[in-house]
């Protein structure tokens, strides 16, 4: 052999030997004397390489080779491959470029393998690691990068970027939309205590509220048309998403997204926010969730006062009602930060949605993880992503009945928050003067 050749096969494999005891032995004190060594053996190995030595750890080995790059050693890949990617050694290198440290890059990669790597387009074996498909699919998410742009950075063809990204999308979506799901009983209760030690507000399960994403497609005539998906969401105090509506097209108005809802029949017929109610000046208040002004008040949907005086006990709700929307906020701010939906998303109106619960359904392991990667802390301004001064309610939801319940049960929550807000001030001054 080549000694060239040999020289840089024996680098690979001490480098990954390397890996393996840092993988095995992490808490070692002789694993931690070998970090000099390990930097400089790895101070080649860009992603590429990282993605082919965690499929090596796999039940089915698998690498993808094109013919021209089958005669050359996996030094002059990584050297092919590496500079394209503009990365470093992990774990850095993966949130900068996958959104997801390290490690949970590679807990996601072995929960999907089975499912990324069981089907192939009909009559063709991509001979893909699952490692590789994962990175290859959530590139387009993060980045937002065309297939082209993909194809080249992970060295295949344009039609594998686009098939890998859609089965990530496919699987998750289909396989994985527990990760996105409004919870039992249990969960609400803890829910519900989170918001109400920020504000005083009892018995609220969580925020709605309604972006747009815009997608461009060609038209026959070679024409851009433009339209909008609105989205539907529910989060929690942590700005974890509990439930998700995505497919409707975005020129209706918020209330009537939720009406077109199966969020909005399900509560309606009482399969959620179905527990005792609580009281609040011996008025029963219901579980319940805080919107904006586009929605319309109803028992289980508090909105805020319109034209409150200021001092007021409706003053201090909407101050709480304000506070409680932020993680709603925050999460439509996250989401808008995938690259993929930061900008018109160039794809089928099937294909966009499909974008968009992906990028939610990751979003929520980031949060499960405890992986702050790909969250954003810094909203800026609110009003960039508080769209609701531009959707408009839906008269046909101003029932008397329900509107007068509903009324009652805000006028409760007010007195509550301005007590609640009270005592605050007086604990704050308390703690100043001390």
Known sequence: MDSRKLSALLSSLISQLFLLLLLLFPNSNSTQNLSPL???????????????????????????????????????????????????QPPDSFKNSFRMSYATFQWLSGLLEPLLDCRDPVGSSLNLSADLRLGIGLSRLVTGSSYNELADRFGVTESVTRFCVKQLCRVLCTNFRFWVAFPGQEELNSISKSFEELTGLPNCCGVIDCTRFKIVKSSKDDKFIEEGIAVQIVVDSSSRILSIVAGIRGDKGDSRVL????????????????????????????????????????????????DAKPGSSEENFNVAHRSVRVPALKTIASLKNW????????????????????????????????????????????????????????????????????????????????????????????????
Not at 51 to 80: G, M, N
Not at 265 to 293: A, H, M
């Open 38 to 88: 390990v930097s400089h053996f790895l101070s080649s190995q860009q992603i590429a390489a990282s993605l082919t030595f965690l499929s090596i750890s796999r039940k089915r080995k698998r690498t993808h080779l094109s013919e021209e790059d089958s005669d050359q050693t996996h030094e002059d890949k990584v050297a092919k491959l590496g500079p394209r990617l503009g990365l470093t």
């Open 259 to 306: 009406k077109s809802s199966t969020l909005y029949k399900d509560i309606e017929d009482k399969k959620l926010l179905d527990s005792s109610p609580v009281y609040v000046n011996g008025v029963p208040v219901d579980q319940y969730l805080i919107g904006d002004g586009g929605y319309p008040l109803l028992p289980w949907l508090m909105v805020p006062f319109v």
């Open 339 to 434: 690259g993929v939906l930061s900008r018109p998303i160039q794809e089928d109106f099937k294909t966009a949605v499909a974008f968009i619960g992906a990028c939610s359904i990751l979003q929520n392991v980031l949060l499960m993880r405890e992986d702050d990667s790909g969250l954003c802390d810094d909203l800026g301004d609110y009003s960039l992503h508080d769209q609701s001064s531009q959707y408009y309610s839906d008269a046909s939801f101003e029932e008397n009945l329900i509107e007068k319940k509903a009324t009652v049960v805000r006028s409760a929550l007010a007195t509550r928050a301005k007590v609640f807000n009270n005592s605050s001030f007086g604990r704050d001054s308390n703690s100043s003067v001390q």
